[in-house]
């Protein structure tokens, strides 16, 4: 199975969020309006500060210096305070500024160098710098946090405006959780203009490509360093081994009354080719945070936006026929204090780019975006979700419409924005409570494990004592109730005698009896274990059988936990039945009796599923038998020719198209693709890429596991890697043109199941890496194919801004441990495996490790140990160290260098830091002007003299290799 993810453009800019109570109350609010100047120029202030003293409500001024400020009428007795870095703030009593048109001004502050030497005390900018990233855990609040915001965006084109959005939004954010959970987004109302409707809808998939990964959540989530390590950002211009490109100047102190914060100007080295930033830092002098930052890309900083992720850009230029590239981007972040932390106040960006198109007639034309997002209020930690709230959509023909926006607080528009029609949505009016709702805490290293946990993930006595060899399925699914009834036959060989044995369903699902050798036998149920007495010793080496008969409303997966499995009941466009199950994770258990641990695979299974008539059911295996049945239902039988785990086994319910073709290679394979009616001309295009895509991973992993049962690929509500009926998910979206480039990596991730986690299969859910790392690493393999090794390295390096690093990529054993963040063990062990293909540096031992693994370990199940000593005897060389390091803790390796110039030398010394006490990983590092070399390093220091070099000439390769780098000049 695959997560959801997105690639981001590459920004570097810090953010820290917070928040406020989801909706507003019903206390009265008041209105406070006016204007903002310069008292030296008369000219208007934009985005200066408008806040409450000591409240977490505010705002910014508009680009013309106005602001509309409502607050809370218990407010009236505070004061209001205006800021803005470089000049002086003045305070309001509320009383003296409610009900009026204000004109406020507001004094220069200008930069005091005289004071340098006071404050600073002969510090440099940079060892200021170092204090304020040192203090970072001490300034900014890193737990759950919620924020109240207002964003605006506007893009254009020449001169004409494409889209006008501005929305009020709330904002969950939960630093260490993984990519879709850890930031929660609601749109509480918004509003869009298209002025130009015409250019628009006529090439509406040019204007969405050509959008630059804009949004609200690519503004919160372009690189939240205050909330992971710096260094794991390895271009992020603070990260120490990065100092060394740039030259951080203290050009004075500026006040605003109330603090002084130093000025620091970041340039890049003349002699840098890595130096990606400019701008200014302000640092306030008393708690050492940043204030505000002012910062764009470099020249080399736009080289490298450009050149990077260039095959998703070719794929990009091949779909639209189009070229952009960016020519300027620029960034504002603004902090602000709120009980004794500080907190993101507001953020401005402005994307300028070049944009040629030869059939739209486009040469050099300027794309123009401009962001703003404000905190209007925020809060020290989440609270609850009591509300859920619905949308009404409705047209305006202005913006400015005034009941619209109600009681939150926006930016007001500039008078020269241009705007036509608007399409208001609002999500703000509650309409059901969920403080009943209890929270499911699921079992993991954070909540703990209990009794039913170990009942489920431990191989006891009455688990071995049997070998599963057969399970029969037979089921009818009632859609309508959402229910499913039947039996399920188990064969077994008795392992060890015994008069009990353990099977496995979910407590919720009733057991109507089991019969042995035709009488019913005893049993009882502890949480979702089912323990069976027989009337007589089994004898050890025999072979026997029972039927479970049993019916339920099966579970259906929980959202909010990682991988919480269950039926899937949906309908597809067309208002058809559509049924899925997928258990990953949460076990076979949830809907049919079996012994359900990973270890013990069943040698074939018989899966007969009853639907009603006019539907398709799509199993594993071979289609056997088609009934039809007197009472309008269809009877699919399917039998399945290899062992196969049990959360693999699935049906797929729905009214499918159907495509047929083989694959023709030294035998024959039959292919089968299903896809619903209305997606059949796009799903030939993804069903032609299949003989090419199973060409490559058969020449990777070696022939494809399950010939005898065909290869069926088919669409689904939920991607997943059921063997030999593979499901990627519902189809993409798009036209024809884009299905034909497109890469498709869930397709290849999914597929290359067949290989990782179907043919050799983890033996316990703690070692689920072995199955999810090697197919993560494989959708790397289109790109290797159609971009050489430079294809495969930017593809992995994508991977890197995914990682959570929280938790050791193995779980805990014996448990069934999969309920958690489980993130790391796809990104973090597909980029595990492509260092560890370059610390091997040797393509050809790699590729037979690799088949040499699907070999030896054909159809049988394998734990983590099994992986590195098959890996260690192939290579002659104990790796042992390496992955304990990578999966047996949550921190990847950091190679610490030292440097310092003795004559025209760079003398380094450099070590591991890691976990394990022995890690000793090679990695490559210039060791001459723009040539890279292998050094050793171990966890006691090393040195190495580098003639004719200078440190910016120096470099890690962390692309090919993943791991920190920490970086320090000495003297």
Known sequence: ????????????????????????????????????????????LPYANIGIIGKSLGTVTNAEGNFIFKIPASYSRDSLKISQIGYESVTRAVKDVQGKKNHITLQEAPIQLAEVHVHAKSKTGLEIIKEAIAAIPTNYDTSAIQLLAFYRET????????????????????????????????????????????????????????????????????SNVFQVDIKRHKRFFLNSRNFKHYTFTLQGIVSDRERRMYVIEVTPKKKSSKAYIQGKLYIDIQSLAFTQWDLELSPQGIELENNRNFFWKSIGRMVMKANLKISSFKEVLHFDQYQGKWYIKDIRRHFLADVNSKSRHLENSVWKTDLLLTVTDIARSATPETKIYTSADSVSPKLNKGDFWGQFNIIQPA????????????????????????????????????????????????????????YKLDIDVDIEHKFISGSTVIRFSVQQPFTKMQVDLYDNMQIHQIVYKGKTLPYIREYNAVFIQFPEMLPIHTNQEITIQYSGNPKEPNRDISMDGGFLWSKDANGDPWVQVVCQGSGASLWWPNKDHLSDEPDSVSIAVTVPQGLLNISNGRLRKTTQLSNHKTRYEWFVSYPINNYNVTLNIGKYAHLQGHYITSDTLTLDFYVMPYNLEKGKIIFDRIKPMLATLEKQYGKYPFPRDGFKLMESLHAMEHQSAVSFGKMPEGDSEEMS?????????????????????CSDLADMWIHEAFATYSESLPFAEKFGKKGEQEYMESLTGQVIEQQPIIGVYDVNHIHYNIGDMYEKGALMLYTFKNVLNNDACWAEILQGIQKDFRNKTVCTNDIVQYINTKTNTDYTYFFNQY??????????????????????????IADVTDFRMPIRV??????????????????????????TDFDVDDTRFYVNVEEEEIY
């Open 1 to 44: 199975m695959q997560p959801n993810y997105r690639l981001t453009l590459f920004l570097w800019i810090i953010l820290l969020f917070t928040a406020i109570s989801p909706a507003m109350s019903q206390e009265s609010f008041l209105t406070i309006t006016g204007r903002v100047t310069s008292q030296q120029t008369n000219q208007p």
């Open 926 to 951: 210039t060791t001459a002007r723009e040539k890279f070399g292998l050094i050793y390093p171990t966890t006691q220091w090393k040195t190495l003299t580098l003639p004719d070099m200078e440190p």
């Open 741 to 761: 480039t497109a890469p498709l990596s869930i397709v290849w991730h999914e597929v290359s199941h067949e290989w990782w986690g179907n043919q050799v299969s």
């Open 887 to 912: 999966l047996r803790y949550a921190s990847i390796p950091a190679l610490s260098v030292k440097y310092k110039m003795k004559g025209s030398s760079l003398v380094l010394s450099y070590k591991w």
């Open 155 to 222: 893009i254009q084109l020449d001169t004409s405006q494409i889209t006008h959005t501005e929305s009020v939004l709330e904002v969950k954010q939960h630093p260490g959780k993984e990519k879709e959970e850890g930031l929660k987004i609601k749109i509480l109302k918004e509003r869009k203009s298209r002025p130009d409707t015409t250019l628009y809808t006529k090439d509406p998939r040019f204007y969405y490509w050509i959008q630059l990964n804009n949004g609200a959540r690519n503004t919160l989530t372009s």
């Open 415 to 470: 008078s020269k924005d241009t705007l036509g029609t608007v399409g208001q949505k609002t999500d703000s009016i509650p309409v059901k409570k969920m403080s009943q709702a209890i929270p499911v805490k699921p079992s993991n290293r954070e909540n703990g494990f209990t009794r039913a946990d170990t009942l489920r993930g431990k191989l006891t006595p009455l688990r071995t004592c049997y070998d599963v060899t057969f």
